[in-house]
T-cell receptor, first 111, second 115 residues
Framework: QQQVKQSPQSLIVQKGGISIINCAYENTAFDYFPWYQQFPGKGPALLIAIRPDVSEKKEGRFTISFNKSAKQFSLHIMDSQPGDSATYFCAANNAGNMLTFGGGTRLMVKP | DAGITQSPRHKVTETGTPVTLRCHQTENHRYMYWYRQDPGHGLRLIHYSYGVKDTDKGEVSDGYSVSRSKTEDFLLTLESATSSQTSVYFC??????????????FGPGTRLTVT
């Protein structure tokens, strides 16, 4: 049973556009929501994370929006660049240091 | 990759053979994890360790065992490899007792093919 559902599975965006990836969760005990970026042949790398006591966190061109009542959170990539082309995973922390991952979104930014 | 190495990086093995993957960290982090990555499934936790000789099962532990005899090393063993265990395996580490203790850092991965 997948406790974190991620959409879309793939996304194509033009350079300079906004990329939006969404995740929904079921377990209200989740208390930490990171996003990971993965390039082909590499391990996932922590991109940005948020805790449920805030509704938004921004780091450069990357923003997490968090809606606790809807149990949803999303990643926005502003001014998307070809170098942002990668697979993105959302995750949620439960029961201490345990992460449950979404299924991933393959982003392609066209020049 | 945050002071994490995995070996081997690639392996092809036959069905029924035992396989051991190694994860080595230089960060002295308390928690270590083994995940497998398959298309459409994201990363799924196999086993994790919260200290030397302290391990527990994750979501997809059947057919896998682990051992941690030193802080820096976490071994994943497939006792009798099956084709369904063909996957990319990632090790991750995490500290504990700090504000950023939930952050996990991943190694470069091991691509395992079972024929």
């Amino acid at each position: 049973q997948q406790q974190v559902k991620q959409s879309p599975q793939s996304l194509i965006v033009q350079k300079g556009g906004i990329s939006i990836i969404n995740c929904a969760y079921e377990n209200t005990a989740f208390d930490y929501f990171p996003w990971y970026q993965q390039f082909p042949g590499k391990g996932p790398a922590l991109l940005i994370a948020i805790r449920p006591d805030v509704s938004e966190k921004k780091e450069g061109r990357f923003t997490i929006s968090f809606n606790k009542s809807a149990k949803q959170f999303s990643l926005h990539i502003m001014d998307s660049q070809p170098g942002d082309s990668a697979t993105y995973f959302c995750a949620a922390n439960n029961a201490g240091n345990m992460l449950t991952f979404g299924g991933g979104t393959r982003l392609m930014v066209k020049p | 990759d945050a002071g994490i190495t995995q070996s081997p990086r690639h392996k092809v093995t036959e069905t029924g053979t035992p396989v051991t993957l190694r994860c080595h960290q230089t960060e002295n982090h308390r928690y270590m994890y083994w995940y497998r990555q398959d298309p459409g499934h994201g990363l799924r936790l196999i086993h994790y360790s919260y200290g030397v000789k302290d391990t527990d099962k994750g979501e997809v532990s059947d057919g896998y065992s682990v051992s941690r005899s030193k802080t820096e090393d976490f071994l994943l063993t497939l006792e009798s490899a099956t084709s369904s265990q063909t996957s990319v395996y990632f090790c991750a580490i995490s500290s504990a007792g700090t504000l950023s203790s939930y952050e996990q850092y991943f190694g470069p991965g091991t691509r395992l093919t079972v024929t």
